[in-house]
């Protein structure tokens, strides 16, 4: 009987320090035959098992396409991100997955699109933005607002920095809170949304950040005419199993594990009704 | 209705009979009045006048705790699984535990299936006992799943002054009349019409708990509810957990590793959703942090027509475990009743 609790194993690649709070941990599947069958879309998720501390899920922060390794993208905060945070290169780990749905690509082809991450809501929204913008000419525009709470917050510098130097990409930073040396946007992340003039009747936007943060932007984009399936966010919950078994994650009649975690404005809605 | 008489003289050579290939777990009498499920080593152990069981079969299909792996992290780390493969025959359950089973099924097979579940329920043949003199606290009637079941059992037994008319619903329970042909009598007309008449006796014996489920789904499912009845519920819940460890379909379970030197177990263990921490992230945002919240999100799973299209029906099965077990009357027929008149009574 094939069993979704068995992870497969897995060791780290590449540790890449992004913030004071944030590491990007390469990882790669042990099994050559597991590795190939490893597929996976952005937006997806993974059950990451640090052996003797525990389970948690994380989204897979790097495309694909080209790969044969992927990127977890981890904000240390509780007790498998603590342990996860003390490995280094050569460290084992467990995985489960690629796990839930993923963001719509072909669909949204031929629409302007606009990323909308703030602070660590641009890790899921990485591998997106890379799939798009490496098929650049199916897109009609491209465009990815970023916003974090101080300079320091900021993830992906490197990539942050050639995204905005980048052809056929608009990319504008924004802090919440400036600090020494900062000389660029101040502001919450919506702030910037005035300075974007696309055609929002063939547009679509991704979005991810903290709860509140999800709940003005969105706010501010159905007010610029955005359809409500037109805005396109991936969520977070407490999850165990990452099948749709054990219940954490359920909101209203969804799990966010099985069902999601990417959902459309108009799916959240409904949500929204019985929970929110 | 497929049916055969298992004459009372024949009762306990069959559940020998059984207990030769299978663990059979039925009623036990535990003390003086209590009654449990669990393994019996004789016949003569059966309690085959109980009405409800302390506990449902869940335990016996999700014990409350599992392990889901083992793993060793001595050199490079080693996973694996073990599955029970006991066969077990429930014997003399009652429909509405056999029914929460069914719940159980759509919870833990469809298209995910969970390995460890479905191992034991594989190897689990159901022998319900009909119920002919309900309890206070029943309102089986109400979540369509007794006191007599049309479906669902691989056999029914309803017990006649000659012994038990045995209704066949499966293959394996019929398999089982198969197996033992010398045992069974062919069953007479009168007996199948007593079985109807008893039925419709037993319905019209139902005490004050009627749960009128549809009235409180609709209102559920169309976002109707007034708001008063959660705050209501909230104040009377004491978020003991209690009617989730008692519900034969509250199966949420929370995961743990157990390190034992460099030889490691990840248990699964139950968790209830009223529980303050259980949607709680490890940054600390809890998106339920109202006790009304995990109230609202509990009854809408156990009773929502969006969960009982996913789950084939509602999860609510009318055992009334949760009118034993609640200390503060926040139990499903109160707040179904609750839903459906607006207030709390």
Request: proline share 5%; with cysteine.
């Amino acid at each position: 009987m094939n069993n979704p609790y068995l992870p497969k194993l897995a060791t780290i690649q590449k540790v890449k320090v992004e913030t004071y709070d944030t590491t990007t941990f390469t990882l790669r599947l042990d099994d050559s035959g597991e590795r190939k069958a490893f597929e996976y879309r952005p937006g997806q998720f993974v059950e990451l098992s640090v052996f003797g501390a525990g389970e948690a899920p994380f989204c897979i922060s790097s495309s694909a396409h080209g790969r044969d390794d992927f990127d977890l993208s981890v904000r240390k905060v509780g007790r498998v991100t603590g342990v996860l945070h003390e490995m280094g290169e050569g460290g084992q780990v467990g995985i489960r997955g690629p796990l839930g749905n993923c963001f719509p690509f072909e669909e949204v082809k031929g629409k302007h699109i606009l990323f909308v991450g703030g602070g660590i809501g641009l890790f899921p929204l990485r591998p997106q933005i890379q799939d798009v913008y490496r098929e650049r000419a199916q897109f009609a525009s491209v465009t990815v607002l970023y916003g974090a709470r101080t300079p320091e917050d900021l993830v992906y510098q490197d990539e942050l920095e050639q995204w905005q130097q980048q052809e056929g990409m608009t990319c504008l930073l924004t802090v919440d809170t400036a600090a020494d040396g900062w000389s660029g946007n101040v502001g919450v992340v919506g702030s910037l949304l005035p300075k974007v003039s696309i055609d929002v009747s063939n547009a679509v936007a991704f979005v991810c950040g903290p709860p509140i943060m999800i709940r003005f932007v969105v706010q501010d984009l159905s007010g610029m005419g955005f359809g409500d399936d037109a805005i396109i966010t991936t969520l977070e919950r407490h999850m165990r199993c990452g099948i749709g078994k054990c219940n954490h994650c359920m909101i209203g009649d969804k799990w966010v594990c099985k069902d999601g975690p990417v959902f459309s404005y108009r799916e959240m809605r409904a949500m929204a009704e019985f929970e929110e | 209705m497929t049916a055969r008489m298992l004459p009372g003289n024949k009762i306990d050579e069959f559940a020998v009979r059984l207990m030769r290939s299978a663990e059979v777990v039925a009623p036990r009498r535990v003390g003086e009045e209590d009654v449990f499920y669990g393994a019996i080593a004789s016949p003569d152990e059966i309690a085959w006048d109980y009405g409800t069981a302390v506990e449902p079969l869940k335990r016996f299909l999700l014990p409350q705790r599992e392990p889901i792996l083992r793993f060793s992290t001595n050199g490079r780390i080693r996973v694996g699984a073990e599955y029970d493969e006991q066969q077990r025959v429930f014997l003399g359950v009652r429909c509405c535990d056999v029914t929460g089973v069914a719940v159980l099924d759509a919870m833990y097979g469809g298209d995910t299936v969970d390995p460890y579940y479905m191992s034991r329920r594989e190897r689990s043949t159901f022998i319900a006992l009909t119920c002919q003199q309900p309890e206070p606290h029943c309102f089986c009637v109400c979540g369509d799943a007794g006191p007599f079941l049309e479906g669902g059992y691989d056999q029914q037994w309803t017990a006649l002054p000659e012994g038990m008319l045995v209704e066949i619903g499966s293959a394996a329970g019929e398999a089982l009349v198969r197996d033992n042909e010398d045992l069974f009598a062919e069953a007479e007309v009168d007996q199948v019409a007593a079985r109807y008449r008893l039925a419709r006796e037993a319905e019209q014996k139902f005490g004050e708990f009627k749960s009128y489920i549809a009235g409180a789904m609709r209102k559920l499912s169309m976002n109707e509810v007034a708001p008063a009845v959660w705050e209501q519920a909230a104040d009377r819940c004491m978020e003991c957990g209690g009617c989730t460890y008692l519900c034969p379909t509250c199966s949420c379970f929370t995961v743990t590793d157990r390190m034992a030197g460099q030889d490691g177990v990840r248990e699964r263990h139950w968790d209830a959703c009223l529980y303050s921490c259980y949607a709680r992230e490890a940054s600390g945002h809890n998106p339920r942090p109202e006790r009304e919240d995990r109230l609202r999100a509990r009854f809408f799973h156990k009773i929502s027509h969006q969960w009982a299209v996913r789950n084939g029906r509602q999860a609510c099965v009318g055992c009334g475990r949760c009118v034993l077990g609640c200390m503060g009357w926040a139990h499903t027929p109160a707040v179904s009743e609750g839903i459906r008149r607006g207030v709390m009574t």
